[in-house]
């Protein structure tokens, strides 16, 4: 009998790529017009209305502390490029969007390809990554994505 394959959503966020859980994830939607929340944390971009529910949005990049990748940036007019996506997850009973900068692929993974975090990014320090997978030179870190949305300091 094989090992039970594992599904991740995988998203590049500058010249990153991290996954996620697909059973988490909703939907993937072109970035909508966000509508900015006064004295949010930084890394909350505001709140969206998607199938008449409003969600709040995190921008990954900006919760991460990421760069931005050259060809993943605004343009002039501060209007999203057509790469960048919401990604819609379920954290319990709510819905959260993440601003991608794209949706790279799905990936099938053993459960034994998924390894735990380095000892530079164990819990307490790094708390939104679980772990790693992938081969040698496209690796890809595991996020939580609850520990995205809280008002911590990563």
Do not use: N
């Not at 996620?20 to 890394?43: C, G, K, M, N, Y």
């Not at 009973?93 to 949706?103: I, L, N, P, Q």
């Amino acid at each position: 009998m094989s090992e039970p394959l594992i599904q991740l959503c995988v998203w590049r966020v500058g010249a990153e790529h991290y996954a996620v859980d697909l059973r988490r994830v909703e939907e993937i939607v072109p970035l909508p017009v966000i509508t900015p929340v006064p004295r949010a944390p930084s890394f909350l971009e505001g709140v969206v209305r998607l199938h008449g529910e409003v969600l709040p949005v995190v921008d990954v990049r900006k919760r991460l502390r990421v760069a931005a990748a050259p060809s993943a940036s605004r343009s002039p007019s501060g209007q999203p490029r057509s790469r960048e996506r919401l990604v819609v997850c379920r954290l319990g009973s709510r819905k959260v969007g993440f601003v991608v900068d794209a949706v790279t692929q799905v990936m099938r993974v053993p459960r034994a390809g998924l390894k735990p975090a380095p000892l530079a990014m164990r819990p307490g320090e790094r708390p939104h990554v679980l772990g790693v997978c992938g081969e040698p030179g496209s690796l890809k870190l595991l996020l939580d994505v609850k520990a995205l949305v809280t008002e911590e300091p990563l």
